[in-house]
């Protein structure tokens, strides 16, 4: 009986994501295709979602026969509506795709993690509740900063003080320093310094309209990526870079000023290989993994192997061995995905990124104050630059850099940064008004 179903959801667990991922790629064009069809192809995409996630759940319930997952489901669902009442409260121009997108990277979430860890998935449940707590408390104090863009300041000491209390306090994970422990609990600081770097590049960018602004944010950027190429943190110090360079270009639009960033990072490069063994064994796991497959190449040789023997319909949920694979909740969970689900459900996810990154940017140029425009263009390229990382680690189409995939990866640091991201974006025609509910043009 569970064979049977477990084959059948094969099939289901297919139809649900494409449709959701057929209407994701429409759903780019939501200006064109008018607010009602938009509105009837949103309603669509949540009904997809909830299958999904409820699809995911019966076939885990019925192989483990562990209750909690069918309570985590019904909570997890409890907690979808309350994310989209509260985006609804605090703003009425949000958008319902990006809503969507966001709820279907965590209901992949769940689900990959309920099949590989219970203990973990549980936490990461109890972690999404807690970052989208915080992040509506974010919104309500972003409301009411004036002049935020004046704060730039403020921003730029407290990333930098974060950053460099890793340095000197950190607990060294995979080569790097990442996080500060406090007993059982982890906290990655970076995860958060993103934020305050996108408020203070954007506030330098917008406040001084002249040389200054370009001066001040490229010194302070500089400051952001030395202290973590110190750390040996190099694929947060990578995003902080691209960020940095994408949203001066577009700020500036100067393609000398561009291609000139781009030769100071490429020499960074080079700099960070030659100084850094740790990187260097990644890169020699990345050109050859066979070579080094009982040591360095063991984690991508099996990521590969994973994404092999699922084919292009999977082999079905919990028929793998995902757990074979290190590190699979964090840094590995797309292989996982695609070894149980499939390369076509794994190709569909990469377009729902490849969407929602398209949605974002869209969301910023649409907004009418040029701080929260740059902020949120920001907040695209971080999220896609992280992906793109992940992803590309994952299958060796570049070398892996230990960054998290957004929304699905296990580790509560990353996902409170990333919800507190999307509700700035989701709700930026809201955090342009003041107390009185004037609008606010920087």
């Known amino acids: 009986m569970v064979s049977v179903l477990i084959t059948f959801s094969r099939i289901t667990i297919l139809i649900f994501v494409m449709v959701f991922t057929l209407l994701d790629v429409i759903q780019i064009f939501e200006a064109k295709i008018g607010e009602d069809l938009s509105g009837i192809f949103s309603t ?20 483990k026969e562990d209750p909690r997952i069918i309570l985590l489901t019904i909570f997890q669902l409890v907690l979808f509506v309350a994310i989209s009442i509260s985006m609804t409260k605090l703003n ?34 109890v972690f999404a509740i807690a970052s989208a707590g915080i992040a509506i408390l974010a919104m309500l104090i972003l409301k009411n900063i004036k002049h935020i863009n004046r704060k730039l300041f403020i921003f730029a000491l407290v990333g930098i003080a974060l950053l460099l209390i890793v340095h000197f306090t950190g607990k060294v994970e995979y080569g790097a320093k990442l996080s500060l422990s406090f007993g059982s609990i982890s906290i990655q600081p970076s995860e958060f310094v993103k934020l305050t770097y996108l408020f203070f590049i954007s506030g330098c960018i917008v406040t001084y309209k002249d040389m200054r602004g370009f001066l001040f944010s490229t010194i302070g950027a500089a400051l952001h990526v030395l202290v973590l190429v110190f750390s040996k943190d190099l ?208």
């Open 44 to 63: 669509i995409q949540s009904i997809m979602v909830v299958f999904f996630l409820i699809n995911g759940s019966i076939i885990l319930y019925y192989v």
């Open 92 to 125: 009425y121009g949000k958008s319902g795709a990006l809503l969507n997108n966001m709820l279907m990277l965590l209901s992949f979430s769940f689900i990959a993690l309920e099949r590989l860890d219970m203990s973990r998935a549980t936490r990461q449940f």
């Open 235 to 442: 694929g947060t110090a990578m995003i902080f870079l691209v960020a940095y360079v994408f949203i001066i270009f577009i700020a500036y639009k100067n393609y000398i000023v561009l291609s000139l960033e781009f030769i100071v990072a490429f020499a960074g490069g080079i700099f960070a290989y030659n100084r850094f063994p740790h990187i260097q064994s990644r890169f020699i796991a990345w050109s050859d993994p066979l070579s080094v497959i009982d040591d360095k190449g063991y984690q991508i040789t099996q990521s590969l192997f994973a994404i092999g023997s699922g084919g292009w319909f999977g082999s079905g949920l919990t028929n793998g061995q995902p757990n074979k694979i290190p590190v699979v909740t964090k840094d590995f969970i797309f292989a996982a995905i695609s070894e149980e689900l499939g390369a076509v459900v794994a190709i569909c996810l990469i377009v729902i990124v490849m969407c929602t990154s398209i949605m974002l940017f869209n969301r910023a140029f649409a907004c009418s104050s040029s701080f929260y425009m740059l902020v949120i263009n920001g907040i695209a390229i971080i999220f896609s630059i992280q992906a793109i990382l992940n992803i590309g680690g994952v299958i060796k189409f570049i070398p892996s850099t230990g960054v998290t995939l957004p929304f699905i990866s296990y580790g509560g640091s990353s996902l409170l940064s990333m919800f507190i991201c999307f509700y700035i974006a989701q709700c930026s025609d809201e955090l342009i008004y003041i107390n009185k509910g004037r609008r606010r043009y920087d």
